[in-house]
Every structure is written in structure tokens, then in C-alpha cells.
């Protein structure tokens, strides 16, 4: 029977349900079948051969009435993976066992050449149906390749880059890199390939490869990144903790000019190893202060550095925006407060100047607390246009509830991280903070106490739309639901409450 309900309303209804169970609802209706299909084949990964074959072979999926089509793939992510000896028929050793061992002894000294041929050979094969799948996807606007940082066969990345780059670059807005250095000299060839490129994100992994051979393979990439730069909105570059020798100064020396980047990324140790002196990256934010809407700066764990670093390094964030000219068009902007431990003011300076322009505000890693964020909202004085807000806290109490809705009451959008709930603020007499032995119960009695308070609040002039917290770290605890009820009960104007969850 034909449905008498148009499209977009059952794509409406579909869009409320979870993915595992929509992916349940092919056989509802024609409409479903297609969101079905699409919702199964839009972003596809290939990580093992095993799960890949399936879509290589373009399996027509006979019993199954989900059938494949090419064109609905517009995201692939592809990890290359080691082709391992095969397993002879006999043994019956798990795979996994089979694998241990193989890594624990050299190869050379454990197989002829018979074996290492073979490997080969299902390497060729093996990389060559990746590729040719890859390239018959003709809608495909994004393309990740990934990398575990363990040992790759480089035939792997080659093939991912130089075989399918050339076919499929002009599809492509979207480039995600995580590739060994040995490939970077390598990429500058392919940028011709990606003229409509829009967002690129980078990590680079440097392991313990020494200083020379860092430099030597980042200047393939450095020529890369000035052709594609021309035309990138957003550009992200991550570095790992791993990266021993890793120094980005060398890399944003020589980096050009993107006429319309509006989007710039640095997610890097919070050690500041990496960016030993900061200049060089502020003068790249300057190059690009007039065109950049979002500025992100955040850290990772600390990296391995087999020198020490110089003690200033930690405070890269603070030196980059130190008396940065302005960013005029700036509205969205997140920084990870580090070092956790040290003055703010610096911070709150770097806030003035940009406080009347923020839509968007995020302020991570360090646990802000009640004083802290009372100089923050000072120093944002009502802020006209920030309307979302994201914070890590020491706690929540009702003083910081109050102290919010009464500083930013035009925000729509809260995003809180804290794992401690309290009823009050500590005061040098309050004995609020629990003492150690009766701690699990306290923190019951705590969260119990707060939704009390909170109960007997209004917030009746506060624009709060969608609030965002997390769960309890704690497992005998759950506060989402106590805090949904008691956040809907005193903030009229929330229409969502919904779990702070790692994007
Ligand atoms: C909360 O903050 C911590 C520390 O920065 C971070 O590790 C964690 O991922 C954050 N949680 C969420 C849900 O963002």
C-alpha cells in the first residue's frame, strides 16, 4: 500500500531513532529502505581484510534485501594492516597466538622465501582491491587514512595515497592524514589532485625518529600544505606523545598564506615540547587573523622527550595569544588551560579582547573553580552575542548554578564537565567537603542535598535551552537523571538535557 506520509516526515522520524535500531526498519516502507541503505554505507571503514572483503567483492547482498550501492558511500576510512604469514591449515592455535609469535620472532630467520613471496603477493592483491574499491566511489567527499603508529607495510600508504588520490581528489571537501613520515615527500604530487579541498586534519606521529629525519620528510609535507592552504576553510594538525623529536616551529616557518582559512586547530602535548618557542605559529594566526572564526588551541598528555624541555615551553597557549592583535572575525574559540596550575590573568586578557565578538566559548582540561569562574564571567561581562558555553569544573554547586544564570543569561547552549556534585560552596567554617572514610556515602547526601536546593530555584530569566553534563564517574552513584529532573524543574526555558559525551 502506497504511504500517504511524505518523505521528510518519516526522514524526520528516523533522524529520533538510534542507529542500531533504525538500521532494524528496512522493511517498514520504501522510505525506510532508503535511509536504511544509507545510513549503513555512507561512512564505511576498511581495517582488516577480513571485514573488507564483503564490499570489495561488491556483494550483491542476495538475501538481503539492503542492497549496495556505490554511490551511497560518502566517507571511507582505511587503516592499513599487516599481512600476516598464513596460518597452516593444521594448527590449532588461535589466530591471535599465531600473530604473537610471529612478532616475537624475525621473519627472516623464521620463513623461507616461499613465505615472505606470499606475503607479498597477498599484499598486491590485497592493497589493490582496497584501491580499486575506494575509486569506484563516486560520491566520496571524505577520505581518512589512519594509522595505528605500529609497523605498516609502506606498499599500504603508497597505494592509498598515489593509486586512489589521483581518481578520487577532485570529489573530495575533506582529508583526514594520518600517515608514517616516510610518505610526506610523497604528497606534494597528489595536491594537484584536490582542488576543491576544504578541511584537512593532519597527525603527525614522529616515534623516535631523529631531528634530520624529521625535517627532511616535513618539508614533502610543508610544499603539500602551501598548495592545498590556497583554498582550505579548516585546517587541524594533531601531534602525538609519542613523537619524541617533534618540533612544529620548523613547519609553521615556512607555512604560507590561506586566503580563507576560518578554521585553525592545534592539539598538541601540553608540555609544549613540540612548540618549543611559539612564534612561529603566532605568526601564522597573524597571517590569518582576518579571515579565522575559530581558533582552537588544546593539549594531549605529556610527550616522552628524551631532552628536557625548556621550562616556558608549558605555557605555549598563553605566549601564542599573548598581545595577539585582534581577530576580527573570531566567534568561535576553545583553548585548553594549561598549565593547570598558574595565573589567569593572562587568559582573561586574551578574553576582553575578543568578548564582545564569541559566539562560541570553550574553556578546558583545567577544573575551574568558584572564584575562577567568578573573574571569568567579570572579564566576559554579559558577553552580547555568546550564546554556547563549555567549561570543566572543580564541582557543581548551586552558587556556580546561580553565579551563571545570573552572568550569561542570554547563553542557549551549556556544556559542564565536572565529576563531583556539592551542596555548597566550601566556606573556611562550611564543613561541606566530605572527609575521606564516609566518602561514598557523603557524595550520595551531597547530590541529594544539591537537588534540594536547586528545587527551591527559578531561573526564570534564563535563556538555557540545551544543557550537557556527564555521568558520574562513580558507579553506585547515576546523577543524570536526579540532575535532568531537578535542572528541568528550575530552568524553564530547557528544552534539552543530555549526556557530555567525548566527540
Ligand atoms: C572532561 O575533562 C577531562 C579533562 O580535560 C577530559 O579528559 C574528559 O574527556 C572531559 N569529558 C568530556 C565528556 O568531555
Request: glycine residues 4%; hydrophobic residues 40%; positive net charge.
Amino acid at each position: 500500500m502506497p504511504s500517504e506520509v511524505p518523505d521528510d516526515i518519516w526522514r524526520y522520524i528516523a533522524g529520533f531513532l538510534p542507529v542500531t535500531v533504525l538500521l532494524t526498519l528496512f522493511s517498514v516502507n520504501r522510505t525506510f529502505l532508503e535511509i536504511v541503505r544509507e545510513t549503513r554505507y555512507q561512512a564505511i571503514s576498511f581495517t582488516a581484510y577480513k571485514s573488507a572483503k564483503p564490499l570489495i567483492k561488491h556483494v550483491k547482498y542476495v538475501h538481503h534485501p539492503i542492497e549496495w550501492d556505490s554511490k551511497l558511500v560518502h566517507s571511507v576510512r582505511a587503516e592499513p594492516w599487516m599481512v600476516l604469514p598464513k596460518e597452516p591449515k593444521s594448527h590449532s592455535w588461535s589466530s591471535s597466538t599465531w600473530k604473537l609469535l610471529h612478532a616475537c620472532v624475525s621473519p627472516a630467520h623464521a620463513f623461507e622465501d616461499g613465505a615472505e613471496a606470499q606475503i607479498a603477493r597477498r599484499l598486491q592483491k590485497q592493497t589493490r582491491r582496497i584501491a580499486d574499491t575506494i575509486k569506484g566511489f563516486t560520491k566520496l567527499h571524505t577520505y581518512h587514512i589512519d594509522w595505528d603508529e605500529g609497523p605498516y607495510h609502506p606498499e599500504f600508504f603508497s597505494t592509498l595515497l598515489d593509486l586512489v588520490i589521483p581518481t578520487i581528489g577532485r570529489g573530495l571537501t575533506s582529508l583526514i592524514l594520518k600517515v608514517p613520515l616516510y610518505h610526506m615527500p610523497f604528497l606534494p604530487p597528489l595536491a594537484s589532485f584536490l582542488p576543491n579541498l576544504l578541511h584537512l586534519s593532519l597527525t603527525l606521529h614522529t616515534g623516535a625518529h631523529i631531528p634530520m629525519y624529521i625535517s627532511q620528510k616535513l618539508e614533502g609535507l610543508v610544499v603539500f600544505l602551501n598548495i592545498v592552504l590556497r583554498n582550505l576553510r579548516t585546517f587541524s594538525l594533531y601531534t602525538t606523545p609519542t613523537s619524541a623529536y617533534l618540533d612544529l616551529g620548523l613547519l609553521f616557518c615556512h607555512l604560507g598564506n590561506g586566503r580563507y582559512l576560518t578554521s585553525f586547530t592545534l592539539c598538541i602535548p601540553f608540555d609544549g615540547g613540540h612548540l618549543p618557542d611559539p612564534t612561529p605559529l603566532r605568526r601564522f594566526l597573524i597571517k590569518h587573523r582576518s579571515t579565522l572564526e575559530s581558533l582552537n588551541l588544546g593539549t594531549t598528555r605529556a610527550a616522552a622527550h628524551p631532552v628536557p624541555v625548556a621550562p616556558t615551553a608549558k605555557y605555549w597557549i598563553r605566549d601564542t595569544l599573548k598581545n595577539h592583535p585582534p581577530f576580527p572575525a573570531l566567534s568561535h574559540l576553545s583553548l585548553g588551560l594549561r598549565p593547570l596550575r598558574t595565573d589567569l590573568s593572562p587568559l582573561l586578557r586574551c578574553l576582553t579582547g575578543v568578548r564582545s565578538q564569541l559566539r562560541m566559548l570553550k574553556l578546558s582540561e583545567r577544573p575551574l573553580e568558584y572564584v575562577e569562574l567568578v573573574r571569568i564571567l567579570d572579564v566576559l561581562d554579559d558577553p552580547p552575542l555568546l550564546r554556547v558555553l563549555s567549561l570543566r569544573l572543580r564541582w557543581l554547586s548551586p552558587e556556580i548554578v546561580d553565579l551563571m544564570a545570573a552572568g550569561l543569561p542570554a547563553l542557549t547552549a551549556l556544556d559542564l564537565n565536572f565529576t563531583e556534585v556539592v551542596h555548597q560552596e566550601p566556606s573556611s567554617d562550611a564543613s561541606s567537603i566530605v572527609s575521606e572514610d564516609s566518602y561514598g556515602l557523603s557524595h550520595i547526601s551531597e547530590l541529594t542535598l544539591f537537588c534540594q536546593i536547586m528545587s527551591g530555584k527559578d531561573y526564570a530569566n534564563w535563556h538555557l535551552a540545551r544543557l550537557a553534563v556527564p555521568e558520574s564517574p562513580r558507579r553506585q552513584m547515576k546523577w543524570l537523571n536526579p540532575l535532568e529532573r531537578t535542572f528541568v524543574g528550575c530552568v524553564p526555558a530547557l528544552r534539552s538535557f543530555a549526556e557530555l559525551v567525548i566527540v
